[in-house]
Nanobody
Framework: QVQLVESGGGLVQAGGSLRLACAAS????????MGWFRQAPGKEREFLTT????????YYADSVKGRFTISRDNAKKTVYLQMNSLKPEDTAVYYC?????????????????WGQGTQVTVSS
């Protein structure tokens, strides 16, 4: 069993940056692929990025490529999402997710565990 807790959300002006963190509890974190998703009001959950078990491979959605960076620290059982050049359309609840596979895809079905989410609001 894996529990995930996101932190680092908040209110930021357009063009600003935020760094989200997702702390995991439980064993085997270092063997799990991790991902970040977001959901804006009235919209479906959107895939953002995923990282494999070792951190050697990442994949980004076009909407965040070049602005967001995913990373992980297996010793700290934490995955991060560095968000730069934020836009008002990035406003959403951000979720981290864990997959019991060492590499995961971009659909929700790949992921077995989800955090409770953290709100990110970007003002114009």
């Amino acid at each position: 069993q894996v529990q995930l807790v996101e932190s680092g959300g908040g209110l930021v002006q357009a063009g600003g940056s935020l760094r989200l963190a997702c702390a995991a509890s439980g064993r085997s974190f270092s063997t799990y692929a991790m991902g970040w998703f977001r959901q804006a009001p009235g919209k479906e959950r959107e895939f953002l990025t995923t990282i494999n078990w070792s951190g050697s491979s990442t994949y980004y959605a076009d909407s965040v490529k070049g602005r967001f960076t995913i990373s992980r620290d297996n010793a700290k059982k934490t995955v991060y999402l560095q968000m730069n050049s934020l836009k008002p359309e990035d406003t959403a609840v951000y979720y981290c997710a864990a997959s019991s596979t060492v590499v995961a895809g971009k659909t929700s079905e790949w992921y077995d565990y989800w955090g409770q989410g953290t709100q990110v609001t970007v003002s114009s």
